[in-house]
DNA sequence: CCTTGTTCTGAACGCATGTTCAGTTAATCT
DNA sequence: AGATTAACTGAACATGCGTTCAGAACAAGG
């Protein structure tokens, strides 16, 4: 036997993509094999080497592709004026985002040590894009004296690390709504850099 | 050859472990083999089925110990009158504990997965235990007026993730010490959860 | 010194891994 | 319809995996 019917490369490949992506964040990247990702797309594990020329390709085109729309979609969001409604924006976007796609957000963080030095570099590069812009924010807050952040570096590595936490425990159809929770992550976030 | 000049395992043993250890935190727990660990205790690989009876069961061990420490440690720690005062002991340990011991702090986190289904259960339930703790300070100070905390549960989620948070940065001989670190975050967890 | 028990080696087991490739079939193009 | 290209199969390759075990070398106790 050889090509199936049916077969696609603008129908396979984006599985081959998906299911990567759900087995990577449920099992882990090391402890998912090549052929159980073809079995779950139903294809022979030869196949996937159309697809992507090795495993470790695999998972930085993931992890490249999900920091792409981060940054790009950041960019792309409204910029309010003034600190307090920039971190505002920050923060719900974030929420939103991280929600959205907690298989991408899942991987982003737990895979980075199995990136080959020079792919971790490069993702590791727009993370501190990514997060740059929320010290910024920050930066100009603690300058415009909206902000009590003695130490704006800190404070934004700790607004992250809870901020990027909700995937830890939040799960779609539970008591809270996206919104709800974004809301009272916003008054923590809120008052936790308030002059208090 | 066989039993090799000042072998014992009161030696090898604890080598184990604390190879393991690093190694899992370092590499993850699936790609790390019983022959690199071997390796770099020393031995030849058959010797670490003196010291455990395989290698989810080496996994698991390290995490119990872990839990069990942390769940014994705090037990011990003094406990001030008031919520504020409880929470900010809470912080402090907190921080403290987890930059004492990042390796087992990072395998505790990541390798939960990766752990059979019974083991995972009694780690999970020892967790809940000590997060339990802070939503219980968290529940008292908003009973007690001295804080403002709508969502209890919610907001020791995202005290607990910004806590352990200081992990993915801090390196010691850092600019900031483990003391300063703690002053900076509690002032944070103070200010978010005030009446602000 | 001799025995007993501990600790380790060296080799092997069966199986899974990532990757390659010649050959085959389906889809597409002329 | 025939030729070409795209997509996949099935099998193989070398290597590594977790685990087991008989036997050898050491340490400890009498």
Redesign the interface.
Known sequence: MARTQGSHSDITGPKVRETALRLFA???Y??VSMRQIAREVGVQVGALYNYTPDKQALLFSLLKGHMDELLATWEAEPRPDGPRDRLEAFVRFHIRFNLDRPEAIFISY?EL??LAPENFAVIEAQRKVYEGALEAILRDGQAADAFSV??TR??S??????L???N??YRAGGR?SIEE?AD??WD???????A?
């Open positions: 449920q099992h882990g090391a402890a737990m040590r199995n003695p130490d800190l404070a590595y700790a607004l992250i690390a809870m990027t936490g909700v830890t425990w809270l929770v009272i992550y923590m976030v809120r008052k936790s850099v308030s208090g």
